[in-house]
């Protein structure tokens, strides 16, 4: 079984930081997804890594995916409120293996 | 568009009772599995499918069958419901290429078994 660990696994921070959330394992994925999960609802696609060393930007979010595609980080700048939720890293395939999570808080 | 659709969104079961949650999406997904969310747990695969009359096992199967007689529907039956099987369930679907595109959730279908 392909395990991903998360870290850290709770994050309280002041609007307008800066954050880092890593995502870590010891096998190789082919591929990795973030999702972003709010209270209550199902779990949101953020982006898909395929490639190793890949950099992808989305605003104020930005992913890279390890040389050895075994680990994967999202770095968020100026934090905003709007971006408290819980963010999912996952190896994918025919089916998802999932971190159990980074809880963000981001307080006004 | 719909997207991905369970129903329902709360359940309350008594001990031994068995139930059916529905899954259906409008996408014409051929992945599609189900997960289980408990906290500290994260979440965990129970069964998956790649395609219509083709499932298999994920993390936590026991207690739990599936089907898919079709490309849209993939319902997950629990047999005789336990305590443990308290969690909130997510149905997901994604198109075929090992999901590079992204899975799709539902907005997951609250069981308390009692």
């Known amino acids: 079984t392909q395990l991903l660990e998360q870290s850290p696994q709770f994050l309280s921070i002041q609007e307008g930081e800066n954050l880092t959330v890593y995502c870590n394992s010891s096998?190789?994925?082919?591929?990795l997804q973030w999702y972003r999960q709010e209270p209550g609802e199902g779990p949101v696609l953020l982006v898909t890594?395929?490639?190793?060393?890949e950099v992808k930007k989305l605003k104020r979010l930005t992913f890279q995916f390890g040389d050895a595609r075994k680990d994967s980080s999202l770095h968020i700048t100026a934090a905003q409120p709007g971006d408290t939720g819980l963010y999912l890293c996952?190896?994918?395939?025919?089916?998802?293996?999932f971190g159990k999570g980074t809880l963000l808080t981001v307080n006004p | 568009n719909a997207g991905v659709t369970q129903t329902p969104k709360f359940q309350v079961l008594k001990t031994g009772q068995s139930m059916t949650l529905q899954c259906a999406q409008d996408?014409?997904?051929?992945?599609m599995s189900w997960y289980r969310q408990d906290p500290g747990m994260g979440l965990r695969l129970i069964h998956y499918?790649?395609?219509?009359?083709?499932?298999d096992q994920g993390e936590v199967p026991n207690g739990y069958n599936v089907s898919r007689s079709t490309t849209e529907d993939f319902p997950l039956r629990l047999l005789s419901a336990a305590p443990s099987q308290t969690s909130v369930y997510f149905c997901?679907?994604?198109?075929?290429?090992?999901?590079?595109?992204?899975?799709?959730f539902g907005s997951g279908t609250r069981l308390t078994v009692v």
């Open positions: 996952a190896g994918a395939g025919y089916k998802l293996t």
């Open positions: 499918s790649v395609g219509a009359g083709i499932t």
């Open positions: 096998s190789v994925f082919s591929s």
């Open positions: 996408m014409n997904h051929e992945y």
């Open positions: 890594v395929v490639t190793g060393g």
């Open positions: 997901a679907s994604s198109y075929k290429g090992r999901g590079l595109g992204g899975y799709t």
